[in-house]
C-alpha cells in the first residue's frame, strides 16, 4: 500500500463513516459504490451517479421483497445481479471495481 493510500485509509476508518463499519465486516458492492462516488461533504460527485445510486437502492429494494416471500433467492448475490441491470455487463478492458489480481483480459 503506497502511502497516501495508506493515509486515507487510515482517515477512512476513524471518520464517522468508517466506525459504523465493524472491522471484519464485508463491503457489498452497492455499498462500495456508494462509498466511492460522494465528495467529502458527503454530496454525490456527479448527478449522473446519485441517479445510478436511487436505481440501485431501488432494486434493491425489490429484490428484498422478492427474496422475503421466495426463499430460494439467493441474498448473496443479490448486489452482484443489481450491479450488472443498472451498470449493465463488464466489457473487455472495463475493470467495474478491482481487486487483488484483477487484470484487464
Not at 455499498?31 to 445510478?52: C, N, P, V, Y
Given at each position: ?11 477512512f476508518?476513524?471518520?464517522?463513516k ?9 463491503v457489498?458492492?452497492?455499498?462500495l459504490?456508494?462509498?466511492t462516488?460522494?465528495?467529502k ?12 445510486m ?27 445481479r ?5 451498470l ?12 487483488s489480481?484483477?487484470?484487464l483480459?
Amino acid at each position: 500500500m503506497l502511502r497516501y493510500q495508506r493515509e486515507d485509509a487510515v482517515r477512512f476508518w476513524n471518520s464517522k463513516k468508517g466506525e459504523e463499519l465493524s472491522p471484519g465486516q464485508k463491503v457489498r458492492r452497492i455499498q462500495l459504490f456508494d462509498i466511492t462516488h460522494r465528495k467529502k461533504d458527503g454530496s454525490r460527485m456527479t448527478s449522473e451517479a446519485g441517479e445510478i445510486m436511487e436505481k440501485l437502492k431501488d432494486k434493491k429494494a425489490e429484490y428484498e421483497a422478492i427474496a422475503s416471500t421466495d426463499s430460494s433467492v439467493n441474498l448473496e448475490d443479490i448486489d452482484n445481479r443489481i450491479i450488472t441491470e443498472v451498470l449493465g455487463p463488464e466489457r473487455y478492458g472495463q475493470v467495474r471495481f478491482q481487486g487483488s489480481g484483477v487484470n484487464l483480459t
